[in-house]
């Protein structure tokens, strides 16, 4: 059994996190006991740290490149740098490798931001990368509640998908990470009103501001709402109505989710009509990545659907209906007018007046 000096109980004790708050208290205040701290810190990893304990894990990389920043020492940023190299899998959709300690999904977000520190730190191109990858994995597949019309609930503990979105949109300049970042800013102050303090509620919503507050700064223009629309069980059955002008291609990128009564394998089915006439249309699935460690950490009846109707289809209303879906979030599109269709009116009995 290991034995670790008291300042650390365990492999997963200390962390970037708890490292960085004494940092930022010892540069923005001179606070020598912040720095004091830090340092038994760094000694401890210096004498302690295995590479080979609890290796494909990110919970030591933020605090590896944060110590690494501290003098420059290369040992800490060989450490460092083989730390991620275990971490990134850039071959896998989501940019992290899943022989990581419980797998790819796990705390996803809880990994991208130590890749993130870890670039910022170091400059390794592949950490961005696959920082890059993971946001758009969790754009396009990324985990949601079933009855929540939004990528995820912004009063949730370890929520960090407006920070890393913000991040993401000030790398790539893609206006639809900036939409993330903007509902999970809108649906958290929303909530504030309603949601008592505590350790898995404001917290983390208020974490993620300051990143979310630059990215508005920055940003030109009107702020498209995110999703464009969002279906649940209640209404998936009723189509959703979109327009196509003359010559030119229709795109909508929707994340859909099939029905409990579908085998999981099975391939969404969305059928494409306008004037009464089925329409072929170009469609490409994208099944959720079925990590290996903890299946339970993602949902197998999850796909990523990009559809296309042609240029030469002729312009017109068009209805979008999901035969074998419970759930379907249309993320982006370029078509005109997208709503869904009114519900039918109750209809008299017969012989009542």
């Known amino acids: 059994e290991r034995s670790y000096p008291g300042i650390i109980r365990c492999e997963f004790d200390i962390t970037g996190q708890t490292i960085l708050p004494w940092l930022l208290e010892y540069y923005m205040t001179g606070d020598e006991y912040a720095m004091e701290l830090t340092r038994m810190v760094e000694e401890a990893y210096r004498k302690h740290w295995d590479f080979k304990i609890h290796q494909y894990s990110t919970s030591d990389l933020h605090a590896l490149a944060l110590l690494y920043s501290l003098d420059w020492d290369e040992t800490f940023g060989d450490m460092a740098r083989r730390r991620a190299a275990q971490c990134i899998d ?15 999904f796990y705390k996803f977000g809880t990994d991208l931001l130590p890749l993130y520190e870890y670039y910022w730190v170091t400059g390794d191109e592949t950490a961005r ?22 990528l995820t609930t912004a009063m949730s503990g370890q929520n960090y998908i407006a920070v890393l979105f913000a991040i993401a949109y000030r790398w790539t300049g893609n206006p639809d990470y900036l939409r993330v970042v ?8 929303e909530r504030m009103r ?41 209404d998936v059955g009723r189509p959703i109505l979109f327009t196509k002008e003359v010559g030119k291609p229709v795109t909508l ?12 394998d099975a391939v969404p089915r969305v059928v494409v009509e ?42 017109g209303t068009y209805t979008l209906r ?20 009114p519900a039918p009116s109750a209809q008299p009995m017969q012989g009542s007046n």
Request: hydrophobic content about 35%; overall charge negative; cysteine-free.
């Open 129 to 150: 990368k696959a920082v890059l990858r993971g946001v758009d994995y969790m754009y396009r597949l990324g985990d949601r509640p079933h009855t929540s019309s939004h």
């Open 90 to 104: 850039l071959d896998n959709p989501a940019g992290i490798d899943d022989k990581k300690r419980h797998g790819t």
């Open 194 to 234: 309603d949601i008592h303090p505590g350790v898995n509620n404001n917290q983390y919503f208020t974490l993620n501001l300051p990143a979310a507050l630059e990215a508005f700064a920055d940003a030109e223009g009107p702020i498209e709402p995110f999703p464009v629309l969002s279906l649940g069980k209640d």
């Open 253 to 264: 990128g929707m994340y859909v989710r099939l029905s409990d009564r579908e085998h999981e």
């Open 322 to 341: 999901f035969p074998n879906a419970e759930k379907v979030m249309i993320l982006d599109s370029d078509a005109g007018d997208i709503r869904q269709a």
């Open 274 to 315: 306008t004037g009464g006439s089925e329409i072929p249309a170009q469609m490409e699935v994208e099944k959720a990545f079925r990590t290996r460690t903890r299946p339970i950490r993602f949902d197998a009846r999850g796909s990523h659907v990009r559809l296309t109707v042609p240029t030469h289809a002729p312009a």
């Open 182 to 189: 903007n509902d999970q800013v809108t649906q958290g102050v």
